[in-house]
């Protein structure tokens, strides 16, 4: 995952430091082998509990990769994302696949346009080092989500790897828990070598 240095809002609506640049081919910065390697689907959705009848909130959703894979097991995905090339390309993938169970969705993370009490769960796939205010976020997907409803949080390990952020806009594991406490339960922990998985139930 290439980033560089702006001041400009990021895809997911948010300002920062570093930003996914949706330039180039940008597809295969996102979903080419060294990704796929180091962040590996089939390990990581089987972590997330998922429920046929669930309705999934996919937050900063890009091009797909988390979104197209749980669309298969559940019976809603909502992809949020804030940048028109991306959900360009999410839009066209969904109309190939004739995947009727996606909708993408343009808006930002903080914001949510959901309605209280509606989702099942919710994936915040490494956008939580990004946002100025993690409990901002945190409590806009507590605001969203169905009592006893899940939320994970995957994100970079604060150590160097070979693609993502600097180590210091990384967030340690422990820094999710003590943002979430007020709204979230620990449930599930996974540690692997580029990232963690952490499932909250909802309180």
């Known amino acids: 995952m290439d980033r560089k240095k702006s001041s400009s809002k990021s895809r997911h609506g948010i300002s920062e430091g570093h930003r996914f640049s ?34 999934v909130a996919d937050l900063g959703s890009g091009i797909g990769y ?13 992809s949020i994302d804030l940048e028109p090339k991306m959900l360009r390309v999410l839009s066209e993938r ?29 994936l915040a796939a490494f956008v939580y080092h990004e946002v100025p205010s993690q409990e ?18 995957i994100d970079f390990q604060k150590r160097n790897t070979s693609f993502g ?3 210091k806009e990384r967030k340690k594991p422990e820094h999710v828990l003590r943002t979430s406490r007020k709204w979230f339960r620990l449930t599930s922990r996974h540690d692997a070598e580029v990232y963690y998985q952490l499932l909250l139930t909802r309180i």
């Open 22 to 55: 949706p330039e180039g081919d940008f597809i295969e910065r996102l979903e080419g082998s060294e990704r796929r390697e180091s962040i590996p689907i089939e390990r990581i959705l089987p972590n997330l509990g998922l429920r046929r009848e669930d309705v």
């Open 165 to 167: 952020p600097p180590v």
């Open 136 to 153: 901002e976020l945190i409590r806009e997907c507590a605001r969203i989500l169905r009592e006893d409803g899940f939320l994970t949080v």
């Open 94 to 122: 969904v109309r190939k696949g004739d995947l009727r169970n996606v909708s993408p969705v343009r808006g930002e993370i903080t914001g949510l346009p959901i309605a209280d009490s509606s989702i099942d769960h919710v």
């Open 66 to 78: 988390f979104s197209l894979p749980i669309a298969k097991h559940v019976r809603e995905v909502i």
